[in-house]
């Protein structure tokens, strides 16, 4: 197996015990394949997943398909169709996309790929200066992408927003005229091509032809000194001008999308201790003083995962705010909630 596909593995996780694959090309069905360690039960190591990972991208490359796959570890009880933010249990790396300013629906030429390679190298050396190891540097086929470490850390809402604050403020201090940081590129199962496949943007000509996926650098190691990943992040993005109040005082949006998120709780099997602890770090995010209709979706949300002590989370977080935190209204929410007028199927009836 050549170099290229060695690391392909690497980049999708060496120790997974699920891998996605997914297969693109226009004006057909996507193609998704999940494969999973538990399709060789007898199998000592991993190799045979990495196989069929390998020769599946390699047959669908073939075929005419963009192949894609999802670098972020997915939890190993995933058992759908098509792995969401949701299934990813532990974010591998921070992903850097940069590719042409301009939309395009055709391959860049050398020129504009080579405009990609020189603002890769401004970003390594200002990621360098804040602490950062050299990340694994890719050639897209149109652009480059970066892979930063961050060591398995948990997927968690308020890593999310950090990553998609630092692709804003890398954007904002080092895009120009022929390239960009994608800002959209920040969630958790974000596909990314596969290496030693071909990217099939468009139709190719002359002058821009579809290149292979291929390593421009390999990944650098911090040692046997290995960072906290959360300060080092925290001082990036002090470095880049990040306001950490505004972070710390969540808008009326962000309170809703959080408020959002909390309904994947909503479900009949027991929370485990991971899943408990982010449904706390995102209330963490939710105003206690929020209007009428936000408090109650939010303790809905929070009673309809069946814990039991659910009753007190939901109390401890109302009572963030003492001078809204009223007794009776508490109460009486409780008690509608019990008597099924929040959805006698256990959903959550939103009105």
């Keep these: 197996m050549n170099s290229n596909n060695h690391e392909m593995w690497q980049l999708f996780d060496e120790h997974a015990g699920i891998l996605e694959l997914r297969g693109i090309k226009p004006s057909l069905p996507i193609r998704t394949k999940t494969i999973s360690w538990q399709e060789f039960p007898e199998e000592v190591s991993l190799q045979p997943m990495?196989?069929?990972?390998?020769?599946?991208?390699?047959?669908?490359?073939?075929?005419?398909y963009q192949v894609y796959g999802i670098f972020n570890s997915i939890a190993e009880c995933f058992s759908g169709s098509n792995?969401?933010?949701?299934?990813?249990?532990?974010?591998?790396?921070?992903?850097?996309?940069?590719?042409?300013?301009?939309?395009?629906?055709?391959?860049?030429?050398?020129?504009?790929?080579?405009?990609?390679?020189?603002?890769?190298?401004?970003?390594?050396?200002?990621?360098?200066?804040?602490?950062?190891?050299?990340?694994?540097?890719?050639?897209?086929?149109?652009?480059?992408?970066?892979?930063?470490?961050?060591?398995?850390?948990?997927?968690?809402?308020?890593?999310?927003?950090?990553?998609?604050?630092?692709l804003q403020l890398l954007g904002d201090k080092f895009d120009n005229k022929h390239v960009k940081v994608d800002p959209g590129v920040y969630n958790a199962s974000r596909i990314t091509k596969v290496i030693g496949t071909t990217a099939k943007k468009g139709i190719?000509?002359?002058?821009?032809?579809?290149?292979?996926?291929?390593?421009?650098?390999?990944?650098?190691?911090?040692?046997?000194?290995?960072?906290?990943?959360?300060?080092?992040?925290?001082?990036?993005?002090?470095?880049?001008?990040?306001?950490?109040?505004?972070?710390?005082?969540?808008?009326?949006?962000?309170a809703t999308d959080r408020e959002n998120a909390l309904f994947m709780w909503s479900k009949p099997a027991?929370?485990?201790p991971r899943e408990l602890a982010l449904l706390k770090d995102q209330l963490n995010y939710i105003d206690p003083g929020c209007d009428y209709e936000t408090w109650r979706n939010v303790v809905f949300a929070i009673l309809s995962t069946g814990l039991s002590d659910a009753e007190d989370i939901a109390r401890a977080w109302s009572e963030g705010s003492p001078q809204k935190f009223d007794e009776s209204a508490f109460y009486t929410l409780i008690n509608s909630y019990i008597e099924g007028r929040a959805g006698l199927d256990g959903s959550i009836t939103r009105g």
Aim: hydrophobic share 35%; glycine share 6%.
């Design 50 to 64: 990495f196989d069929n990972f390998t020769n599946t991208a390699l047959e669908w490359d073939a075929a005419g």
């Design 270 to 272: 027991p929370l485990t």
């Design 204 to 254: 190719e000509s002359p002058g821009r032809p579809y290149r292979k996926v291929r390593i421009l650098n390999a990944a650098g190691s911090y040692g046997a000194r290995v960072p906290c990943f959360k300060t080092l992040l925290d001082a990036t993005l002090t470095a880049l001008g990040f306001d950490k109040e505004s972070e710390d005082r969540p808008t009326t949006e962000l």
């Design 83 to 166: 792995v969401t933010d949701k299934d990813i249990e532990a974010r591998r790396y921070i992903f850097i996309d940069i590719d042409r300013a301009k939309k395009a629906d055709c391959p860049a030429t050398d020129a504009e790929v080579q405009h990609a390679i020189d603002l890769s190298h401004n970003i390594r050396r200002f990621m360098s200066e804040c602490g950062w190891a050299e990340p694994l540097g890719i050639m897209s086929g149109n652009g480059v992408h970066l892979y930063y470490e961050l060591n398995y850390a948990p997927n968690t809402p308020k890593l999310t927003e950090q990553i998609r604050a630092l």
